[in-house]
């Protein structure tokens, strides 16, 4: 496979982006080897600047569940633009947009528009803390919820500690205030509200978790966060930034039954372009500026072109059938990938939900951060080059979850099955 042209890109890159990209993981950092530079995508795949064609399971990190570049989509851009681009005064699409979130999102009383999924979780931590006059939050290890500074934290020597930052420019001071959960862990979630309930304005989860690779909670883990937070006075945050219209309609809320306080979203409701969300009941976000003292703004926030973007996919995922469809193409990936790895005789599991996958290099039911990062590495690594090579392209980190979009036909998943045959094998090293 020819990637001169890529190569040249990233060698100019280089000098001038901080690693070469504009977002850490794209720099192919933790699989070895560089990037490929992407000069267009249609349906399920990606083409490179050299022309090589990828099918992608990566799908712009999830904003494309509908496919890349849908006319639907493309038409609804196009038309909004030509009315202009940003107008720095209210719109129709942004009074459009939040009807239909609350429609597919019953919790979603109120919405704020903003630009990304960082801003919608910094945003919902800021009320959180605004609206219950609390300051510590609690997160989880392994889950991401962008890089707002207070969620730049990971877990202390022990669950009960208080966090330390695990970037340089977070101050200790404001890294105290997040405490680290074990996902999935009922009996730490317990103990630390016993010990800091009083102080703990919110609680914030990936309900599927996407960025330790993709682990489910347990059955009655949501459930029980739910009970755990109303009982403290806490509030309930689910980050549905990678589960929000992907899982369900309404969202991992929607698919476990579990209704939070505040959710945040991003992704699928920008339709590719920037945008992202928080919302929630009422009386909260009315806390919000200018109807309430809590300071939120956005220049760009409810931009037409992106609200266009999002609907025209929220129109898409509306179709019936939808989300059963996407269901029966992740469940055909799955068990294709782990029969072509038991062939292969490499040990592998995978962990499903609609539209998102995980696959682990190891025997066993993967549910938890340690259990995550406990899995073979390398045997990734060479996994997923084996995979690009054959013209297949996973998220080039072990701990990404993959996501499915509706343009993934049969043949595309079992081309995708096929190249694994041969990627396993390379896996096996
Ligand atoms: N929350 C979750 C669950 C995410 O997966 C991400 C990004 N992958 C974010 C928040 C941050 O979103 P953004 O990259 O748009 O800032």
Partial sequence: MNTDTSHALFTRAQARLPGGVNSPVRAFGSVGGEPFFAARAEGPYLW?????????????????????AHPAVMAAVAETMRHGLSFGVPNALEVDMAERLA????????????????????????????????????????????????????????????????????????????????????????????????EIAGLIIEPIAG???????????LQH?????????????????????????????????????????????????????????????????????????????????????????????????FHDALLGKTHRLCDGLEAAARDAGVPVTTNRAPAMFGLFFTDQKVESFAQATACDVAAFRRFFHGMLARGVYLAPSAYEAGFLSAAHDDADIDATVEAARGAFADARG
């Fill in 211 to 221: 960025n330790m690779n993709c682990i489910l909670p347990r059955e009655g883990y």
């Fill in 48 to 68: 490179d600047v050299d022309g090589n064609r990828y099918i992608d399971y990566v799908g712009s990190w999830g904003p494309m569940i509908a496919g890349h």
């Fill in 225 to 321: 966060l739910r009970a755990l937070t109303s009982k403290h006075g806490a509030l309930l945050i689910f980050d549905e930034v990678m589960t929000g219209f992907r899982v369900a309609p309404g969202g991992a809320q929607e698919l476990f039954g579990v209704t939070p306080d505040l959710s945040t979203f991003g992704k699928i409701i920008g339709g590719g372009m920037p945008v992202g969300a928080y919302g929630g009941r009422r009386e909260l976000m009315a806390q919000v500026a200018p109807s309430g003292p809590i300071y939120q703004a956005g220049t760009l926030s409810g931009n037409p072109v992106a609200m266009a973007a999002g609907l025209a996919t929220l129109d898409l995922l509306g179709a019936p059938g």
């Fill in 103 to 198: 429609a597919l999102v019953p919790s979603l009383e109120m919405v704020r528009m903003v630009n990304s999924g960082t801003e919608a979780t910094l945003s919902a931590i800021r009320l959180a803390r605004g609206a219950t006059g609390r300051s510590r939050i609690v997160k989880f290890e392994g889950c991401y919820h962008g890089h707002g500074d207070s969620f730049l934290v990971k877990a202390g020597s022990g669950a009960l500690t208080f966090g330390l930052p695990n970037s340089p420019g977070v101050p200790q001071s404001l890294a105290d205030l997040t405490l680290t959960l074990p996902y999935n862990d009922f009996e730490a979630a317990d103990a630390l509200f016993a010990l800091h309930g009083a």
